[in-house]
């Protein structure tokens, strides 16, 4: 079973700081842009259905970030922090003036959420996908934290490979239940390369799945959030990753939304971490009624 695109993207190649990015783009070129930034082990078409689900014209680009899909992959570790440089990259290669409309899920969230507040004259509209920081053990000390990035530098991290795309589609539907034959088939076309030996792993650098060398601190994050000027919408699936966290903390969860001087939370129902697969329509439509179109 196959899924049926109905609005075709293309996708080309920006240099951005010393590397080869692939970024997808939908939409005709005078329409509004939005940009779409994907998550952890993910690649740019993850968007794909979410397209296909809006009503209006919109001008959608979308990166495979570093390491990741058809862009450059470093085969070592990397740094978070190059993640906000290389979206302002693509902001001033794309949309050189003017704020922007930003859509990230998970990952993606992250960076744009943090981008949001060390450059907030540069976001008009902020959506973050199932994301409102991570939870970090309290027993997880910075030497710690330290030493097990040192110790994963002795080898690289093992790619987990399938017999073919259909055995990745089927391990995606696994993970997913709620995934349908047909998005798991797209998806599996796009999140999986064929290696040398004809199988199929996915294309994400596995340099990605290394600790960092330093701890998590949400006040970092929090003191970010706070400087964000932009509307923001936070897209809550009901039984995503914000709701695992934070479900039985809901004064936790409740102050991390009020560091957003402009906030909307809505819970998108059935659905789970990747809401953009589960409820295409209802993230599209929920997008939609957030995004300004009258925004430059």
Request: glycine residues 6%; hydrophobic residues 40%.
């Amino acid at each position: 079973m196959h899924y049926t695109v109905r609005k075709p993207s293309t996708t080309e190649r920006v240099p951005v700081r010393g590397l080869e990015y692939s970024v997808r783009r939908w939409g005709p070129a005078d329409a509004p842009k939005v940009f779409l930034l994907h998550g952890w082990m993910d690649t740019s078409a993850t968007f794909q259905f979410v397209v296909d689900a809006l009503r209006h014209d919109w001008q959608l680009i979308a990166p495979d970030w570093r390491g990741y899909g058809e862009t450059t992959w470093l085969h070592r570790p990397y740094w978070f922090p190059d993640y906000y440089a290389d979206l302002e990259a693509l902001l001033a290669h794309y949309a050189p003036e003017g704020p922007v409309r930003l859509v990230g899920h998970s990952m993606g969230a992250n960076i744009a959420g943090i981008y949001a507040g060390l450059r907030p004259q540069r976001v008009a509209r902020l959506a973050m996908l199932d994301f409102i920081g991570l939870k970090v053990p309290a027993d997880v000390d910075a030497p710690q934290q330290l030493g097990r990035w040192l110790d994963a530098q002795l080898a690289p991290p093992p790619a987990r490979a399938y017999a073919d795309r259909a055995a990745l589609a089927a391990r995606l539907r696994v993970a997913n239940p709620r995934l349908t034959p047909a998005r798991a088939e797209f998806l599996c076309r796009h999140l999986g390369r064929v290696r040398a030996d004809g199988q199929v792993e996915i294309a994400g650098d596995p340099w990605h799945k290394i600790p960092s060398p330093a701890v998590y601190r949400i006040e970092d994050a929090m003191a970010c959030w706070r400087r964000v000027r932009a509307p923001a919408l936070m897209l809550v699936s009901a039984e995503g990753y914000v709701h695992d966290r934070f479900g039985d903390e809901p004064e936790e969860l409740q102050r991390r939304i009020d560091c957003f001087a402009h906030a909307r939370v809505v819970t998108v129902p059935d659905c789970g971490h990747n809401l953009q697969h589960d409820q295409p329509e209802v993230v599209a439509a929920a997008l939609e009624d957030f995004l300004d179109r009258e925004t430059p």
